[in-house]
């Protein structure tokens, strides 16, 4: 059972990492020395005892495309559509 959140963490220069974060906690890329920013929770979110992103627990469907996709993305990886706000 995971009992933290996974996050999505990216360095100005484009490079992304995924870490079980801790609050209050400054992440550094190993390889540039850039300060990561975060970006976005990952699904599924803790506590869980899934690690599987696509899960059906874990999808929504695109309002453009009516494609299924990942909860935690902004944009459809199929239409490329800005996919509407979790609420
Ligand atoms: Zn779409």
Redesign the pocket.
């Known amino acids: 059972m995971r009992i933290k959140d996974k996050y999505r963490f990216r360095a100005p220069s484009g490079r992304e990492v995924i870490i079980e974060a801790e609050p209050d906690v400054r992440y550094v890329d190993h390889e540039s020395g850039e300060l990561l920013v975060p970006v976005s929770r990952l699904t599924p979110v803790a506590p869980t005892g899934s690690e599987l992103p696509w899960a059906v627990d874990n999808l929504r469907f ?1 309002n ?2 009516d ?1 299924l ?1 990942q909860k935690d993305l902004t944009i ?1 990886p ?2 490329s ?1 800005q996919l509407e706000p979790m609420l």
């Open positions: 695109c453009h495309c494609q996709c459809c199929t239409c559509g």
